[in-house]
């Protein structure tokens, strides 16, 4: 999953960053409004945290062009401001959801996991495929009842795989919400990850989750 992080204080915004790769996020930063309303329509972010109080174009405004734009992302209001009316205006600009500063990261990650799922049919934090089973607030991997370890990258690529499930997903669109901007797009990574996953969680069961679609990509049924 790719989350976009539109702050101007640059201390937190790194802090952020590194704190949600840490959880397999792919992260992209902008700094201001207008990078942050370019980045938006650029890229294939998932979620967007975008502060208030910006320079250049400030968050309400960036916020309300998104949605002129059409772009349906999720976006979490990340501000200072904690006033009601901030909160509403904020709200009926479009967002999502609202974190008021100072946050504990717990929440954040929280809140984002929602987001997350919002659109899929997953309701709380446990993803059932069949005998497979996701927790996306520990990250702990069940096939079978057994317990499957899997890397950072390979969880994320099986969680947005378990959200978009009975989707194909082409290469170029796993690798997009995998990786942020300033990841060089090798075509090969993403079947590379497949085959390990694969090796992981249907390697000895006789009904395979993740499917190959021919000159098109990759599907996980359930
Ligand atoms: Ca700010």
Do not use: C, W
């Not at 320079?55 to 916020?63: E, R, Y």
């Not at 209001?77 to 509403?88: F, S």
Request: no cysteine.
């Amino acid at each position: 999953m790719r989350i976009l992080i539109v702050e101007d204080e640059k201390r937190l915004a790194n802090i952020l960053k590194k704190g949600l790769e840490e959880e397999g996020y792919a992260v992209d930063v902008a700094y201001n409004g207008e990078d942050g309303l370019f980045m938006a329509e650029q890229e294939p972010s998932d979620v967007v945290i975008l502060d208030i109080m910006l320079p250049v174009i400030d968050g309400l405004t960036v916020l309300r062009s998104i949605r002129k734009l059409g772009i349906k992302t999720p976006v979490l209001m990340l501000t200072a401001l904690d006033t009601v009316t901030d909160k509403v205006s904020g709200l009926d600009s479009g967002a999502d959801d609202y974190l008021t500063k100072p946050f504990l990261f717990e929440e954040l990650l929280a809140r984002i996991r929602a987001l997350l799922r919002r659109d899929s049919a997953v309701k709380t934090s446990v993803i059932e495929i069949g005998d497979l089973v996701i927790d996306m607030a520990t990250r702990e991997v069940r096939r079978g009842g057994r317990e499957v370890r899997l890397s950072a990258k390979e969880y994320a690529l099986l969680e947005y795989m378990a959200l978009n499930r009975n989707k194909t997903l082409t290469r170029t669109a796993l690798s997009e919400h995998l990786y942020d901007h300033d990841f060089d797009l090798d075509s090969n990574v993403i079947d590379v990850f497949i085959n390990r996953i694969r090796n992981k969680i249907d390697r000895g069961f006789g009904k395979k989750i993740i499917r190959t679609v021919r000159g098109a990509g990759y599907i996980l049924q359930g």
